[in-house]
């Protein structure tokens, strides 16, 4: 679960599907806790869990938003 949420952020924060494949364990872990502190109520959508994130990007952590901004 945690795997594919944190790749649905980097799809929902990407220009294509294309530059998503590239995503490492790292990127994943960097929004992993971003995810659970700032959106937990929608932890069971992968899709809103990305839409949540861009909505609180002034409020994740630096590495998770260079990744938001990396893709």
Same mark, same amino acid.
Request: aromatic share 2%; net charge neutral; with cysteine.
């Given at each position: 679960? @945690?795997?594919? +949420?944190? +790749? @649905?952020?980097?799809?929902?924060?990407?220009?294509?599907?294309?530059?998503?494949?590239?995503?490492?364990?790292? *990127?994943?872990?960097?929004?992993?806790?971003?995810?659970?502190?700032?959106?937990?109520?929608? +932890?069971?959508?992968?899709?809103?869990?990305?839409?949540?994130?861009?909505? $609180?990007?002034?409020?994740?952590?630096?590495?998770?938003?260079?990744?938001? *901004?990396? $893709?």
């Amino acid at each position: 679960m @945690v795997r594919a +949420l944190c +790749l @649905v952020i980097v799809i929902a924060a990407t220009s294509g599907a294309a530059s998503a494949q590239t995503h490492t364990a790292a *990127e994943e872990r960097a929004c992993r806790g971003d995810a659970h502190r700032l959106c937990k109520e929608v +932890l069971h959508d992968e899709f809103q869990v990305a839409s949540c994130l861009q909505e $609180h990007r002034d409020r994740v952590s630096r590495a998770c938003r260079a990744v938001m *901004e990396s $893709h």
